[in-house]
């Protein structure tokens, strides 16, 4: 049974740059949520969708960042033009249904060096 | 994230030893997660606990939710290095919203 996939696992890119992450979720799962991980600010929630619409977009840092889910096996969280401060480990997640008696499966995540 | 507080920060344990790891929230809580993180890789999740007074088992670990829905503990019982790792703490606090993590428990187990 596939889990959540991100790609790529680790990308290097110059400031500036546009910064594309890539997220599979589970099959049958009708949320997908993004997340943020640094060591000065943990685990953060950027954004969530269910059944492809985005419900909660607070976390997004700032215009730079944008997300979209065409359909319900694919997601992606663009970053445009990229900072150094954007540097992180970013998750996607999925559950079967947004709802606190749900836990989110989580893909293994894109380490993001900006230079 | 600071609704959520986990305690300690890091632990270093003899292998064979119990501990205990704290989730603390600053309100009620609506579900309370707990995962699992080893370092490069992605977060596993272990538990679920909605009900006050709340607990749940799985293999060598047990967590508990207490009556006011605001606090959550994570006992292991005689620890294995394969224990090693963070440990984090999620919360919901509405239905369908709002779900934080804490900052983490880091857990080294000593062969």
């Known amino acids: 049974d596939a889990g959540v996939i991100q790609s790529p696992r680790h990308e290097v890119t110059e400031m500036g740059q546009e910064v594309t992450l890539r997220c599979k979720p589970i099959?049958?799962?009708?949320?997908l949520f993004w997340y943020r991980q640094t060591m000065m600010r943990g685990l953060e929630l950027l954004i969530y969708?269910?059944?492809?619409?985005?419900?909660?977009d607070s976390g997004m840092p700032e215009d730079r960042f944008s997300a979209k889910m065409p359909n319900a096996s694919f997601s992606t969280l663009k970053i445009q033009p990229s900072e150094p401060r954007d540097s992180a480990v970013y998750f996607c997640?999925?559950?079967?249904?947004?709802?606190?008696?749900?836990?989110?499966?989580f893909g293994d995540g894109t380490r993001l060096s900006i230079l | 994230s600071q609704e959520l507080e986990q305690s300690p920060q890091s632990l270093i344990v003899q292998e064979g030893k119990n501990l205990t790891i704290n989730c603390t929230s600053s309100k009620t809580l609506y579900g309370l997660y707990w995962y699992k993180q080893k370092y490069g890789e992605g977060l596993i999740f272990l538990m679920m606990?909605?009900?006050?007074?709340e607990e749940k088992s799985h293999e060598k670990i047990t967590a508990k939710l207490d009556e006011k829905k605001q606090q959550s503990s994570l006992h292991i019982t005689a620890s294995q290095p394969s224990h090693a790792g963070i440990y984090l703490c999620?919360?919901?606090?509405?239905?369908?919203?709002?779900?934080?993590f804490g900052p983490g428990t880091r857990l080294s187990v000593l062969p």
């Open positions: 999620g919360a919901a606090y509405n239905y369908g919203q709002n779900f934080v």
């Open positions: 099959s049958g799962h009708n949320s």
């Open positions: 969708f269910n059944n492809n619409v985005p419900i909660d």
């Open positions: 997640a999925s559950s079967l249904v947004v709802g606190a008696n749900q836990p989110q499966h």
């Open positions: 606990l909605q009900k006050g007074g």
